[in-house]
């Protein structure tokens, strides 16, 4: 079956930073998303990751690796409007998103 | 940048009436529209998939003719939740892809719908 995990929910500190994991099974693989999705509101895109490595885009950075099944999301800086919960979706062989459950993170001052 | 605007944001209807939700394309032809439910705390589920002038495919466990989906040209697509139950009451996403575009995912802005 395909199967995307990463955590339910972290805490880090305004100004600090904060790894999000996932890992991931599924039936091929044409790319890694993740979304920031607030309360109530549908996600926004964030990264998109095909290849081995690191993405830095701002605060915000992806890492994929390929052979592990696994990628993280790094947020450096955390400001308070970083409170969200975020969502790592793979895009399977049929060109379909796969989502993870998400990680809401909170950001304590 | 693309953007998909859905309509409406927000509805409450009655138990056993049906609601339309619309999802328009504003500056790009949508030749697949994805329709997810979000229930709370959880993520997002896919219901189906919907490409221009075919039959939308349905996921496992999704009643196809209570969830009707109408794809009926490049840049609207609509899902209709016909004989609404309380149970039926979430977030309703859709997302639209380019074609050719393989990271080319863009979210509409999501409906609450809160059946009473």
């Known amino acids: 079956g395909q199967n995307i995990d990463q955590p339910t929910e972290m805490t880090a500190t305004e100004g600090a930073i904060v790894q999000i994991n996932c890992t991931y099974q599924t039936s091929g693989f044409n790319g890694l998303f993740w979304y920031q999705q607030h309360a109530g509101e549908a996600p926004t895109f964030l990264s998109y990751?095909?290849l081995d490595g690191l993405e830095e885009k701002g605060r915000f950075s992806s890492f994929l690796s390929r052979s592990k099944g696994y990628s993280y999301l790094l947020l450096k800086e955390l400001q308070m409007k970083d409170s969200a919960s975020y969502l790592c979706?793979?895009?399977?062989?049929?060109?379909?998103?796969?989502w993870g459950a998400g990680t809401k993170l909170i950001i304590k001052p | 940048g693309a953007v998909v605007s859905q309509h409406p944001s927000r509805v409450i209807c009655k138990s056993g009436t049906s609601v339309k939700i619309e999802c328009r394309s504003l500056d790009f032809q949508a030749t697949t529209m994805f329709w997810y439910r979000q229930f709370p705390k959880q993520s997002l589920m896919l219901m189906a998939t919907?490409?221009?002038?075919?039959?939308?495919?349905?996921e496992q466990g999704v009643e196809k003719d209570k969830f009707l989906i109408n794809h009926a040209s490049l840049t609207l697509s609509t899902l209709t939740v016909t004989s609404a139950h309380p149970e039926d009451s979430s977030f309703y996403i859709c997302?639209?892809?380019?074609?050719?575009?393989?990271?080319?995912?863009?979210f509409g802005s999501g409906t609450r719908l809160t059946v009473v």
């Open positions: 979706a793979v895009m399977d062989s049929n060109y379909q998103l796969i």
């Open positions: 990751n095909v």
């Open positions: 919907s490409n221009e002038g075919s039959k939308a495919t349905y």
């Open positions: 997302s639209a892809r380019m074609e050719f575009e393989v990271d080319g995912y863009t």
